[in-house]
């Protein structure tokens, strides 16, 4: 089974930072294109960063110069480091990729699969 974990959220106070952590299992053959998404109370789901296979980077505007994200190769682990946390930041946190692995005996390549994830809570 596959599966992509994130953690490191909780509370926090605005302007304080966290770090969130997505770990894939289950895969011998690394991930590609992790991205993380967040999705506030009442709004839809939006990407909020991407990593390239090349470490290319992309933000969407509202976290640009306060979020970085990257990647570990070897640990299968996409990291985003959150600085100058906003009340606006207030969200579940997913991240996805696409994963390549073997199952009850079949190959699949580059599957798209997401995370549960991780609750961000920034206070004033």
């Known amino acids: 089974q596959v599966h992509l974990v994130e953690s490191g959220g909780g509370l926090v106070q605005a302007g304080g930072s966290l770090r969130l952590s997505c770990v894939a299992s289950?895969?011998?053959?690394?991930?590609?294109?992790p991205a993380w998404y967040r999705q506030a109370p009442g709004k839809q789901r939006e990407l909020i960063a991407s990593?390239?296979?090349?470490?290319?980077?992309n933000y969407v505007d509202s976290v640009k110069g306060r979020f970085i994200i990257s990647r570990d190769n070897a640990k299968n682990t996409v990291y985003l480091q959150m600085n100058s946390l906003k009340l606006e930041d207030t969200a579940v946190y997913y991240c996805?990729?696409?994963?390549?692995?073997?199952?009850?005996?079949?190959?699949?390549?580059?599957?798209?699969?997401w995370g549960r994830g991780t609750l961000v809570t920034v206070s004033s």
């Open positions: 289950g895969t011998e053959y690394g991930i590609n294109a």
């Open positions: 996805n990729a696409e994963v390549t692995y073997y199952s009850d005996g079949y190959f699949y390549r580059d599957q798209l699969v």
């Open positions: 990593i390239g296979n090349d470490g290319s980077t």
